[in-house]
């Protein structure tokens, strides 16, 4: 991490907590985390749980709230999709696009996502684009390859990437225990930066993803090219997502 970007602590809560359980996971996080204005805290509850979120915040605006998904229309016929107008307008200022499990549970395409960053943009919330290879990819020597692909996609797409955030998670490291070593994350959080200044852009903020826990993140954020932390189970979790976000690199 370095001074120039504040870090970033985001909490992918995927599809637990419903709008009562968000509220007492607010009156639980909100003790026990202060406002503070050297990072910023983006939680991404599911959107049904959206408005008991942002209730629960009126008077923290120091925290920040993003929608897991989106599609990339602004309305339609979509059953059962949101557009990203809609989650602006109902308090959202960021939105997941392409997280691995969109991409291998409901087939995303590195085209759907591109178009995703697009709309999402548009809107006028911040993108956190998620890239990061498979087990077999890493093994297979392609780890790098294939988030370039991932990346180069969406680099395409937008006209200035200045307002993207990346999160790079390893598809193997999600859920499973199994973190990438920080030096390994590091060497990948070096690559996508030196693939960012290609496209002039190098005041964007790279996350890690992928069981971050309190007990690894300060060596996590260590790494030069690592500013901050995209975490799934511990950020469901109040007094572990507060020690994440209480961690000092
Ligand atoms: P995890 O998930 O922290 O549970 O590994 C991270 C993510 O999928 O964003």
């Known amino acids: 991490m370095t001074a120039l970007r504040t870090p970033v602590i985001a909490g992918n809560w995927k599809m637990h907590h419903d709008p009562a359980s ?33 209730l629960a915040l009126v008077e923290r605006a120091d925290v920040q709230l993003g929608v897991q998904n989106v599609h990339w229309e602004s309305a339609g016929a979509f059953t059962g999709e949101i557009s990203a107008d809609m989650a602006m307008a109902a308090g959202a200022r960021y939105s997941l696009v392409g997280h691995s ?29 998620c890239v990061g290879e498979t087990l077999e990819e890493r093994r297979a020597g392609r780890a790098n390859d294939v988030v370039d692909r991932q990346l180069s996609q969406v680099l395409e797409a937008v006209r200035d990437a200045a307002g993207l955030v990346i999160a790079y998670e390893p598809v193997w490291a999600i859920g499973t225990g199994e973190t990438a070593s920080p030096d390994d994350a590091q060497a990948m959080h070096a690559s996508i930066r030196a693939q960012l200044a290609s496209a002039s852009n190098t005041a964007i ?20 090219d ?16 507060a020690a994440i976000c209480a961690t000092e690199a």
């Open 226 to 241: 690592i500013d901050g932390a995209l975490v799934g189970g511990a950020s469901v979790d109040p007094q572990s997502f």
């Open 22 to 54: 968000t509220r007492l996971f607010f009156e639980r996080f909100l003790a026990l985390h202060a406002p503070r204005t050297d990072l910023t805290v983006i939680v991404f509850p599911p959107t049904i749980s959206l408005e008991a979120a942002r």
């Open 101 to 129: 499990e969109r991409r291998q549970l409901f087939g995303e395409t590195d085209a759907d996502v591109a178009r995703k960053t697009r709309a999402v943009l548009a809107a006028g919330l911040t993108p956190v684009v």
């Open 205 to 224: 903020p790279i996350l890690y993803g992928g069981s971050v826990k309190p007990q690894n993140t300060a060596t996590l954020l260590a790494q030069g």
